[in-house]
């Protein structure tokens, strides 16, 4: 199971940590990977923590990620970035909001598909199924302002 | 070929429900089985919220004696308000099809106690199937109805929080069902009506029942074996199956599906083939124990892995016999009440007035936690009231007028009414003061409507239940009305003035949970 991608998404509840997640899921999903996803509900959208889970390849067994096993963590809060830490491989990769300083954002509820563009760069996902996805799961008006950012954010350097 | 999706086990539950040709789905909301009734609503399914789980299984009792399917969903606490009904319809038995989804929550995500379910299955005597996946989730809950149908028996469907809220790829064997529509009544006194004369033969008919599926599952599709190249073999059901998966991929594994009654020949038969057998299960020792107690020699696991969540981590130190301390995780930041959440005045108002609060199950559970600190207990639906009058009845009469108790109004409409009519009944000398915090929504598990709100599981109109009209009708001797919007500075007054009375009081603060606002206005 050594080529199964982890990866986490942190941050406070109302942020979007779900639908990005729900973004990356069905995104692996169309592009032909098996996916667990797995993350707590209830609680947590009473503004406390929340982190979602994302494993993907060729075949996926548990849907959750043990502590030092995910090879992105995604933190769309500062402040969640210190909290979350431990989840990350020794030779993992952190995406945090410090990764879009020099980016200007339309609409700043966006950080989350933002933040998967600049995750997108990383990753073996063809970037038809991500917009896909976001069309799918952010439908409406609200599908273009989130594929702009995921642009921005895939672009990111 | 049918398309292939990505959903949650709770969603693939509601699909196979409709595929499986459901009449009625019923259900109380709680973490974490509300979207499975929620999301058989929005396919397309009859579904309706009941006031607690007790109506919706008796609701789907009576329709899967009129010979339709029905479906019946709750949380794992939720069952035990319904183990009535659950423990005697295994008696009586079912013309139609009847599944009831119990949602256990390992370690406790959102939840008071982290009960294992399984238990109920093995004490009711009704079959129980445990699925490990949404794939899983469909496919069992589509057997389930066939089982119960062809058995004249309810299914249990077990679930956990990891299998109801993670998502996984589906496969959908079936298309939507058209459903039913011979439905019909028949008389069946001695089967039906469980006077003792009738309950005991029906309880030797149920042993028979039961020890016939437990032949039937020693060759069902519900249980597996995988041969593995190490000499370890696992028995495993549920999500602990994918876990173990991947703490020991090497390993001979017996997973099985259908976890009561137990194939314990399959069982044997798979233990004699390895050095060391070992059961892997998350929460109590229930499949070791029966297992055991078949005089089948398998390992268990040491006692701290009966706590919370099991993962691939703790699995591995299952099988190395590792039981030395686990390494606590860092918190994140806790969940609190709302910016703007209306409850936030009553709560100041009891921390300042120094009083003594029984409380209850909901949002305002959070009342408990700083800066507030104003909630004393929480037990079960309803307890906020029914243990504040026990503390009103023993208390010395000075510490009694200062206690409190609060509940929300979903709360109170599933378990609030009757602890009212004790009130009234059984009068404490100092009488009682019952704040119900009322934001005309089950706001907790995700803004469900419920009987006092005005609206449907659709959100469509509804009938409305007037909690005040309630109070009343049962004999409350004050009941205030405050909108919590205009008149916040009001609440301390009158809590003040009510605990000095020695009547039986209900107030009830009511504002709109800010929550479900927004949510309105994003529909609007």
């Given amino acids: 199971m050594n080529d199964t991608i982890n990866i986490i998404i942190a941050g406070i509840g109302g942020q979007g940590v779900i639908k990005a997640s729900d973004i990356l899921s069905e995104a692996a999903f169309e592009a032909g990977y098996d996916v667990k996803k797995s993350e707590i509900h209830g609680m947590s959208q009473r503004g406390g923590s929340v982190t979602s889970d994302v494993r993907f390849g060729k075949k996926v067994f548990s849907p959750t990620i043990q502590p030092g096993e995910a090879d992105f963590l995604l933190v769309l809060a500062a402040d969640q970035v210190d909290n979350n830490l431990f989840l990350l491989k020794k030779s993992g990769c952190l995406i945090t909001p410090e990764k879009l300083k020099d980016v200007k954002l339309s609409e700043p509820k966006s950080i989350n598909t933002a933040l998967l563009g600049v995750l997108s760069s990383k990753i073996e996902i063809p970037e038809n199924f991500w917009e896909a996805a976001i069309m799918k799961l952010l439908p409406g008006k609200l599908s273009q302002t989130n594929i702009d950012a995921f642009k921005l954010g895939r672009n990111t350097k | ?524």
């Fill in chain 2, 1 to 524: 070929m049918m398309k292939k999706s990505l959903l949650s086990g709770n969603e693939a539950v509601a699909e196979a429900a409709l595929d499986s040709g459901v009449s009625i789905g019923t259900g109380y909301p709680g973490t974490p089985s509300t979207e499975i009734l929620e999301h058989f609503a929005e396919i397309g399914g009859k579904a309706q919220w009941s006031p607690n789980e007790k109506v919706a299984l008796e609701v789907g009792v009576g329709a899967a004696y009129g010979k339709a399917r029905a479906i019946v969903t709750m949380k794992h606490v939720g069952l035990n308000v319904a183990a009535d009904p659950f423990f005697t319809v295994a008696y009586t038995g079912v013309d139609g099809g009847l599944v009831i989804v119990s949602a256990d929550d390992p370690g406790m995500s959102s939840s008071q106690n982290e009960q294992d379910n399984r238990h109920l299955a093995e004490a009711a005597e009704i079959p129980m199937l445990e699925p490990s996946d949404s794939q899983e989730a469909y496919d069992f809950t589509v057997k389930a109805f066939e089982l119960s149908e062809k058995w004249k028996i309810p299914v249990l469907l077990r679930l956990t929080t990891r299998v109801c809220h993670s998502k996984t790829i589906v496969n959908k064997t079936l298309k939507p069902s058209k459903g039913y529509s011979d439905f019909e009544f028949v008389r069946d006194l001695r089967g039906k009506v469980m006077i003792p004369s009738n309950a005991r033969p029906a309880h030797v008919r149920l042993r028979e029942k039961i020890a016939k599926l437990a032949e039937f599952n020693e060759e069902s599709i519900f249980n597996r074996v995988e041969n593995g190249t190490k000499d370890i073999g696992i028995i495993t059901s549920g999500i602990s199956y994918q876990y173990a998966k991947e703490a020991e991929p090497d390993a001979g594994f017996l997973k099985l599906g259908m976890t009561y009654p137990l194939p314990l020949k399959m069982i044997r038969d798979f233990s004699s083939k390895y050095k060391r057998c070992i059961v892997i299960e998350e929460g109590d020792p229930y499949l070791f124990n029966l297992i055991m107690a078949a005089g089948i020699k398998v390992e268990g696991k040491h006692d701290i892995f009966r706590l919370g969540e099991l993962n691939q981590k703790r699995i591995r130190k299952i099988l190395d016999g590792d039981n030395t301390p686990e390494e606590k995780m860092p918190v994140g930041k806790a969940p609190q009440l709302c910016p703007g959440c209306p409850h936030k005045t009553v709560y100041e108002v009891l921390k300042k007035l120094g009083c003594t609060v029984p409380g209850d199950i909901g949002c305002y559970s959070l009342g408990t936690l700083p800066p507030y600190e104003a909630m004393d207990t929480l037990l079960c639906m309803g307890a906020g009231i029914t243990a504040g009058l026990g503390l009103r009845h023993i208390l010395p009469e000075e510490k009694a007028m200062k206690v409190v108790s609060v509940i929300g109004d979903s709360t109170f409409i599933h378990s609030g009414i009757t602890g009212l009519v004790d009130m009234v009944y059984n009068r404490p000398p100092t009488g009682h003061v019952v704040v119900i915090l009322d934001n005309s929504t089950t706001a907790m598990t995700g803004l469900q409507e419920h009987p006092a709100s005005g609206s449907d599981i659709r959100r469509n109109p509804a009938y409305k239940v007037k909690i005040e009209d309630v109070a009343k009708a049962i004999g409350i001797e004050n009941v205030d009305v405050i909108d919590m919007m205009k008149n916040p500075d009001d609440v301390e007054k009158l809590i003040v003035k009510r605990l000095s009375e020695k009547k039986t009081s209900v107030i009830i603060a009511r504002r709109p949970c800010i929550l479900s606002v927004k949510l309105k206005n994003k529909c609007a």
